[in-house]
Each structure stands twice: as C-alpha cells, then as structure tokens.
C-alpha cells in the first residue's frame, strides 16, 4: 500500500474522530489522508495534529461562498515541522 484513506463519506455529518486519525497514523509510516465532514480550518488543523498526511475537503470547496476560507484552511494545515539543531 502507498497511503491509507481515512474516509467519513462524503458531506458526512462528522469527520474521522481525531482518535482514530492517531491510533492509524502511529502505527503506519506510509502516508493517512483524510476525508468527510471537515468543514472548517480548524477541524483540519485537528487531523494533521493528530497524524493526517493530507487532509481532503471534498465537495466543501465546490460552493462558491466557501472560497474566501482556502487560504485559511491552508494556513491551518501546513504546520511546519521544527528541526532541533
């Protein structure tokens, strides 16, 4: 396998809880993804904090009215990785 898809279904009520998204993500080292019911940045933010490789918004940013929050859902998930020097 080259990544697993953690997947809530489409316009999903709820998105993957964050527990699941970090039981998955710490046994793997291939990439998680997840999808469904994430319909705010930081609900975004909550999955890659809690492992989620890529994080997929589906049908949210086919509504016209939602494309003022890209880049905030951007923002929320590209957390840069600190070095320890």
């Given at each position: 396998?080259?990544?697993?898809?953690?997947?809530?279904?489409?316009?999903?009520?709820?998105?993957?809880?964050?527990?699941?998204?970090?039981?998955?993500?710490?046994?793997?080292?291939?990439?998680?993804?997840?999808?469904?019911?994430?319909?705010?940045?930081?609900?975004?933010?909550?999955k890659?904090?809690?492992?989620?490789?890529?994080?997929?918004?589906?049908n949210?940013?086919?509504?016209?009215?939602?494309?003022?929050?890209?880049?905030?859902?951007?923002?929320?998930?590209?957390?840069?990785?600190?070095?320890?020097?």
């Open positions: 396998m080259k990544l697993i898809y953690l997947e809530a279904g489409s316009g999903a009520d709820n998105s993957v809880p964050n527990e699941m998204v970090k039981a998955v993500s710490n046994q793997c080292t291939i990439p998680v993804v997840v999808g469904g019911g994430i319909r705010n940045p930081q609900t975004a933010r909550e890659v904090e809690n492992g989620a490789s890529v994080i997929v918004t589906g949210y940013f086919e509504d016209e009215n939602n494309w003022d929050l890209i880049k905030d859902f951007a923002s929320a998930v590209h957390i840069k990785q600190g070095l320890l020097v």
